[in-house]
């Protein structure tokens, strides 16, 4: 048995090296036997489709994205060199072809622009919460915390407040709410449910966040895969009221806070809490002060002056940056184009509502953003100086931020290259024409939905689920129904599907952060949120995408959505309540009366 053990590893890498070989030479012969001059659809055939469908099954199975997308890229390369059956040839030549294909996505002005404006970004937070200004605005908004209700709305605005990235809402409201929620007798899986619920789902749809740079370049490149240019920042903006997990979670967390009416694991989590006298003395000054201790929080630096305006200050920048750069970028579109009458109403009227409309959709966002990034990361230097911070320790923490966001710019780089070579060898066009006639039009929004929760479930991140899909969504919604409305839905899924899935994958990193955030078990964590979350996607599948994919829009479906929301909640949960052993001493007012009302 220990000999057999031994060779045991060998025996698989060999066999797995075999079937390697035995696949690649299948696909030569396959390549080969086909005319040279065909179409790439009619040259490769099925074998299109083998790239971005390794990606997703070596994501499922390896739970790593970046060497599955990899893994596509060179397998796409491959198909497309090979000319005879010589697969070593082939093989060298794919690579030289992907690293080419890598170069080429990288130097392309629009993805140059997108890469730099998330590591600046990411930058711009650190530095933040590295000057204690996140914490300041935390702290200061904690204050007012003083019941159930109170304190869970608090968390959840000061997650939407800090909208730039998850990681730092996440971290700075759990670390800061968590003493506060101790106090109200409010469970630490509860808070964990608040801040992974806000953190996320905000990032996704905010215009200013380490979220927009992917998510504008996905679009920007799949809807090229259709000949189709777009103006990436429009078109994202266009795709918001269709991201109904985004919209509809935030607002199940305020009505949950609300009513505090909990079911399933929650209730009873809640309950217990609420059944529990904490250990804290009321007459302890630094009670207030004690805060969870965890490996991911960013902690200011020793010696800085904390300020909310240390916060304030870089984020009106980044916004107020934003908006001037979006309007002269557009703006000198527009003056430098042909269309005469669009140059005179903008000359004419510059602010009326139709002219910034149009210099908005005209504009460059990928600069506009990159440029606004920059300037709002020059002023967080200035204020990190002025807060007693050294110039050069300023300029280390403001790189030290970008390491953190390396892991999702390769993502996106293998991504550009995946879709550069689907391109190549004609995936969108293979998948058109096969499935255009199998798939009716109403249920592709919630297909593409489905599919890309299940991936990122499974996979454990948001961004490698919508850099393998969105690839494939647009070309096949245009293929179904060749609409840019319906176009433009079904990329939306992809978005929000990927960031509910996400949210409830128990090996994704923003789900584990919360846990460690909020100092609640991980496990315990995932165990109360997933009813909670699949509740609301559930209302999202039945109530909005179905009909959405019938022509019924947003303006209709949200407002049904939230009605049915509250009174599944109301017939689903059930009050928590304080227990009338609680006395004064350990136990707010508000607590007492809310029993009593009981």
């Not at 939407?160 to 809402?169: G, Q």
């Not at 807060?387 to 790189?399: G, L, M, Q, S, T």
Request: include cysteine; charge should be negative.
């Amino acid at each position: 048995m220990a000999n057999i053990k031994n060779y045991k590893k060998p025996i698989i890498v060999c066999t797995t090296f075999v079937v390697i070989i035995a696949v690649l030479f299948g696909i030569s012969i396959k390549i080969s036997n086909s005319k040279s001059d065909d179409k790439p659809v009619e040259r490769y055939g099925f074998l299109t489709v083998l790239p971005p469908a390794l990606s997703i099954i070596l994501a499922f199975v390896t739970k790593e994205t970046i060497s599955s997308l990899l893994a596509g890229v060179f397998l796409g390369e491959f198909i497309a060199s090979v000319d005879n059956l010589n697969i070593f040839k082939s093989l060298f030549k794919s690579f030289i072809a992907l690293c080419i294909e890598i170069v080429t996505s990288l130097a392309d002005i629009w993805n140059s622009g997108v890469f730099l404006l998330l590591l600046f970004i990411c930058g711009i937070t650190h530095l933040i919460s590295r000057m204690g200004g996140g914490q300041a605005i935390a702290k200061a908004l904690s204050k007012f915390a003083n019941t159930p209700r109170k304190s869970q709305l608090f968390t959840e605005l000061l997650g939407i407040l800090i909208f730039i990235d998850e990681f730092p809402s996440t971290l700075i409201t759990g670390s800061t709410m968590g003493p506060v929620m101790d106090k109200l007798h409010i469970s630490r899986e509860k808070l964990a449910f608040i801040i992974d619920s806000t953190g996320s789902p905000i990032a996704g749809i905010s215009v200013i966040s380490t979220y927009i740079g992917l998510e504008l370049s996905l679009l920007v490149d799949a809807f090229k895969s259709i000949d189709i240019e777009i103006n990436g920042l429009s078109t994202f903006i266009k795709t918001i009221p269709f991201r109904y997990y985004n919209i509809l979670i935030l607002i199940f967390v305020a009505m949950n806070s609300l009513t505090l009416y909990e079911f399933g694991p929650m209730r009873k989590v809640e309950q217990e809490a609420r059944n529990r006298v904490l250990n804290v003395n009321p007459n302890d000054p630094t009670a207030d002060d004690e805060e969870p201790q965890n490996e991911y929080e960013i902690k200011p630096l020793e010696g800085v002056k904390t300020s909310i305006w240390s916060a304030i200050i870089p984020i009106v920048s980044l916004i107020i940056g934003s908006l001037v750069s979006f309007y002269y970028s557009g703006y000198t579109a527009i003056m430098k184009g042909e269309d005469k009458e669009l140059a005179n109403l903008v000359s004419n009227s510059p602010v009326s509502g139709k002219a910034i409309f149009e210099i908005m959709a005209n504009s460059d966002s990928s600069a506009a953003l990159f440029q606004s990034t920059l300037f709002a990361s020059m002023v967080s230097i200035a204020i990190a100086v002025l807060v007693r911070i050294p110039f050069d320790k300023a300029i280390n923490e403001w790189v030290d931020g970008m390491k953190s966001n390396l892991y999702i710019c390769i993502i996106l780089l293998f991504s550009w290259s995946l879709g550069g070579i689907v391109k190549t060898i004609g995936t969108p066009d293979y998948l058109k024409e096969a499935l255009k006639n199998s798939i009716p039009q109403f249920i592709l929004p919630t297909v593409i939905y489905v599919v890309c929760s299940i991936v990122s479930f499974a996979t454990g991140t948001s961004f490698g689920t919508m850099g393998i899909i969105m690839p494939l969504a647009v070309p096949l919604a245009w293929a179904i129904h060749p609409d840019m409305d319906y176009t433009i839905i079904c990329s939306s899924c992809v978005l929000t599907g990927a960031i509910f899935g996400d949210h409830c994958s128990p090996i994704s990193d923003s789900t584990i952060v919360s846990s460690v955030a909020a100092g609640c078990n991980h496990i315990m964590h995932v165990k109360t949120q997933i009813y909670y979350s699949l509740y609301v996607s559930l209302i999202c599948i039945l109530i909005c995408y179905i009909p959405v994919g019938f022509g019924i829009y947003w303006y209709f479906t949200i407002p049904v959505a939230i009605v049915v929301m509250y009174i599944g909640l109301r017939l689903l949960g059930k009050k928590v309540t304080v227990p009338t052993k609680l006395t004064e001493s350990t136990e707010p007012t508000e607590l007492i009366e809310q029993n009593k009302e009981e």
